[in-house]
């Protein structure tokens, strides 16, 4: 994109130029990742409202609607073009990544792969199914997310290769939020997103923003399933400028051992929580860790 000003006179309003500069530098790409059936779910209307007011403060918004686009969720030798490397011993992720490295993905994963080169920030919106993802959103992570493309042996977690992106996960449950707390029935929320969060987004090095939770819409009143709503657009309003949740770098632990360096280890020791929920080092789980962003 480019910007012509003409004007007989010097462009002499400093801070008028600064503003527009500022506006173009700014100016964002999304990736919303879309898993529901229905385009009258609650879903649908959560990622509308993405679309809609992210796209009013300039962003470019882009959809990848995967049950509409008929994603193939299942990972096997047939994302390859040509033949595989091995193929009575076929390893999924070493021969995607040989493919990848040679341009012989196939179509629907490289156009994926495409989107979220060029995105700085992806929206996961999806109903909760089994504590998770629904299975064609994890078969894009299977299929999008490979080796050599997302991360490496060497570039994960917060070397990943795409740290200078964000995400977040947005999503309905179907039950209440109490029922997701330590004392619920379904455990502590904090502990379900660990493995998404940490083991998915945080491992290929993404930014991971503070999750959206919509508790138990299908449950609700539909006044009250507008104010979640309009409290996803307040929050998207100021989406682009808040901090991730906190991880450990992986410059604390030992390249080899892939252990907790003793001097990290001795300077938590003492600290009434641990480090995370999942590196807790035998201490209380760190409050609201997969919740909220941390200090």
């Keep these: ?33 879309f898993a529901h059936q229905s385009s009258a779910s609650f879903n649908a209307a ?19 609607d995967l049950y509409a686009m008929n994603f193939k969720a299942a990972a ?6 040509g033949d595989v490397k091995d193929a009575e011993h076929f390893r999924y992720q070493e021969e995607t990544r040989l493919a990848w490295a040679e341009g012989r993905l196939v179509e629907d994963i490289t156009a994926e792969q495409t989107k979220l080169t060029e ?33 490496t042996g060497e570039k994960r977690y917060s070397q990943g290769l795409l740290k200078e992106k964000k995400a977040m996960l947005s ?10 707390s330590s004392t619920g029935i379904n455990g502590d929320m904090n502990v379900t997103l660990w493995p998404i969060q940490n083991g998915i987004l945080h491992y290929c090095g993404f930014q991971v923003l503070p999750p959206q939770i919509f508790w138990a819409p299908s449950c609700a009143s539909p006044e009250a399933r507008q104010t979640m709503l309009e409290g996803w657009r ?21 390249p080899k051992a892939f252990q907790l360096t003793p001097d990290v280890q001795e300077k938590h020791a003492s600290q009434e929580f641990g480090l995370t929920v999942g590196i807790h080092l035998g201490k209380p789980l760190p409050p609201q860790n997969q919740m909220k962003a941390g200090c």
């Design 1 to 33: 994109m480019f910007l012509f000003i003409c004007s007989s006179a010097p462009f002499t309003n400093k801070a008028l130029w600064q503003s527009v500069l500022s506006s173009f530098k700014m100016a964002k790409k999304v990736l919303i990742v």
């Design 46 to 64: 959560a990622k509308s409202a993405a679309v809609e007011v992210l796209t009013a403060q300039g962003c470019t918004v882009e959809v990848s």
């Design 76 to 81: 096997t030798a047939e994302d390859i073009k």
């Design 119 to 151: 995105a700085d920030l992806v929206i996961f919106q999806f109903p909760m199914y089994w504590f998770s993802v629904p299975a064609i959103m994890k078969g894009w992570i299977d299929r999008v997310l490979t080796c050599g493309f997302a991360f």
């Design 171 to 180: 999503f309905t449950t179907g039950s209440l939020e109490s029922m997701f």
């Design 234 to 254: 307040s929050r998207l309003a100021g989406l682009l400028e808040e901090k991730p949740l906190s991880f450990i770098s992986l410059d604390c632990f030992d």
